[in-house]
């Protein structure tokens, strides 16, 4: 009889004590903050020098150093983040599912997008522009006229330039800017346009470092914000005072120069945290 009441005392505290560990242990959600738990950041997967997934599993760019470096600030080391890739298509509903905590994705703020997200930052301004070969005579929009032009498929870049500035550009849809890149060193294109940022991301690609130029061309602002689920504004919060900081201690343009300055970027300087203006 002793035997199996110590047996059944065995048994009810190992039960108890899986019990704890089911309520208290393993990792929290993407709602906390640090204390050994994980966050969930959504990013691109596929734009060099913003948010890309090498090939050995790693995340770099631009976005992913500021998400980093935010995720930081709310007190999450690199090891607790766990990057989701969120395509342009799906970022509104990766927040409202709660997917992802925040996203950093070239997200440009605009008021549509502002009706079904908050927005921090923003923590880039970025314009439309032209990626050309280092000894192209293309200098100005103008000189598009009879030359082949390339954008992606379901962009309204390429259509822009020609309604507005290069009515006889030859227009060249591919894929994606991969593509429109590749086609541009192998001469198949004389240019590429979509934000500065992307184009100067893949321009420094060690494969193509050195081959490219920005043109400088200013055809739209882009505001690049940090989206947050509709409402919480102690997460916005906490991500616009790490953007401030990021700012003020020069991480933020130490970001751009290792992301962006094989092609000669000419970032204007960081926005005004808070001050979205469209």
Not at 138 to 150: F, Q, R
Not at 185 to 203: K, M, N, P
Not at 245 to 267: E, H, I, L, T
Request: hydrophobic share 35%; proline share 3%; net charge positive.
């Amino acid at each position: 009889m002793k035997l199996r009441k110590v047996t059944a005392a065995s048994a009810v505290a190992l039960t108890l004590a899986l019990t704890a560990t089911a309520c208290g242990g393993g990792d929290k959600d993407s709602n906390s903050s640090g204390g050994g738990g994980k966050i969930k950041i959504g990013i691109k997967y596929d734009q060099p020098g913003l948010g890309l997934k090498e090939p050995n599993g790693d995340y770099s760019g631009f976005d992913v150093d500021v998400a980093t470096y935010v995720a930081g600030q709310l007190g999450y080391k690199p090891d607790q983040i766990e990057f989701v890739e969120t395509k342009s298509a799906d970022r509104e509903n990766a927040l409202s599912r709660g997917d992802v905590k925040f996203i950093v994705a070239t997200y440009s703020i605009t008021p549509k997008r502002q009706e079904k997200v908050d927005f921090a930052g923003p923590y880039l301004l970025a314009h439309q522009d032209l990626l050309v070969k280092k000894d192209s005579k293309i200098s100005k929009g103008t000189d598009l006229n009879g030359e082949k032009l390339c954008s992606v498929t379901g962009s309204t870049s390429a259509q822009n330039v020609k309604d507005k500035i290069a009515p006889d550009a030859q227009l060249k849809k591919y894929s994606g800017y991969s593509e429109c890149i590749a086609g541009l060193q192998s001469g198949a294109v004389d240019a590429v346009t979509t934000d500065d940022s992307i184009l100067a991301g893949f321009a420094a690609q060690d494969k193509y470092k050195g081959q490219f130029k920005l043109v400088g061309l200013k055809l739209s602002n882009e505001n690049y914000g940090i989206g947050v689920k509709k409402g919480d504004k102690e997460t916005l919060d906490k991500i616009n005072k790490a953007l401030e900081k990021m700012v003020s201690d020069g991480s933020w343009q130490k970001a751009v120069d290792k992301n962006f300055g094989p092609a000669d970027y000419k970032n204007e300087p960081a926005p005004k945290i808070g001050n979205i203006v469209q």
